[in-house]
T-cell receptor
Framework: AQSVTQPDIHITVSEGASLELRCNYS??????LFWYVQSPGQGLQLLLK??????LVQGIKGFEAEFKRSQSSFNLRKPSVHWSDAAEYFC?????????????FGTGTRLKVLA | ETGVTQSPTHLIKTRGQQVTLRCSSQ?????VSWYQQALGQGPQFIFQ???????GRGNFPPRFSGLQFPNYSSELNVNALELDDSALYLC??????????FGPGTRLTVL
């Protein structure tokens, strides 16, 4: 079945430490890939996206992600985490199925930042 | 350029009632997709409307229905509400099958 997996439900890092959030997908072809952030009680904010081309994508708030076709992964990274980065992060795949283009989301990774 | 807007922001209903959620698309977009995000979960695709016709549906029962209007705004209707329908409902608009832009969501609580 087509799916998006975020293996880490919770991650805790210290402020200033580096961060990597994992995302794997299971699709035959290269889909469109997205990372969103969601603060409590809020909607989704797009951090970055990958459609094609350079496999290292830069996003907002100092985030970047790298698409690795061989590993079917699209991991999100940040070199130095700030306390305001505490939130839930969702990886998503954009995929056309039976003529419908829709997004399939992972279950999310909740990031906690220690002062 | 106005982004995607949704109304209301929050609402509370009781089991068995019916609810209508509204979404205004971003200017120039002709496609609206609805997603349900239960607590602690990622958003799940409910259905999509393209040029006023349903264009795909996720694994949701028929009591979830929708409409799209000539101005491409959309409604999500849920009949016979159940406790498990409590969730954040997200609307996303796009131009054809391109990148989707999400609204802020409507939080529905069913008591």
């Amino acid at each position: 079945a087509q799916s998006v997996t975020q293996p880490d439900i919770h991650i805790t890092v210290s402020e200033g430490a580096s961060l990597e959030l994992r995302c794997n997908y299971s699709y035959g072809a290269t889909p469109y890939l997205f990372w969103y952030v969601q603060s409590p009680g809020q909607g989704l904010q797009l951090l970055l996206k990958y459609f094609s081309g350079d496999t290292l994508v830069q996003g907002i708030k100092g985030f970047e992600a790298e698409f690795k076709r061989s590993q079917s992964s699209f991991n999100l990274r940040k070199p130095s985490v700030h306390w305001s980065d505490a939130a839930e992060y969702f990886c998503a795949v954009g995929r056309a199925t039976s003529g419908t283009y829709k997004y399939i989301f992972g279950t999310g990774t909740r990031l906690k930042v220690l002062a | 350029e106005t982004g995607v807007t949704q109304s209301p922001t929050h609402l509370i209903k009781t089991r068995g009632q019916q609810v209508t959620l509204r979404c205004s698309s971003q200017s120039g977009h002709n496609t609206v997709s609805w997603y349900q995000q239960a607590l602690g979960q990622g958003p799940q695709f409910i259905f999509q409307y393209y040029r006023e016709e349903e264009n795909g549906r996720g694994n949701f029962p028929p009591r979830f229905s929708g409409l799209q209007f000539p101005n491409y705004s959309s409604e999500l209707n849920v009949n016979a509400l159940e406790l498990d329908d409590s969730a954040l409902y997200l609307c996303a608009s796009s131009l054809d099958s391109n990148e989707q832009f999400f609204g802020p969501g409507t939080r529905l609580t069913v008591l």
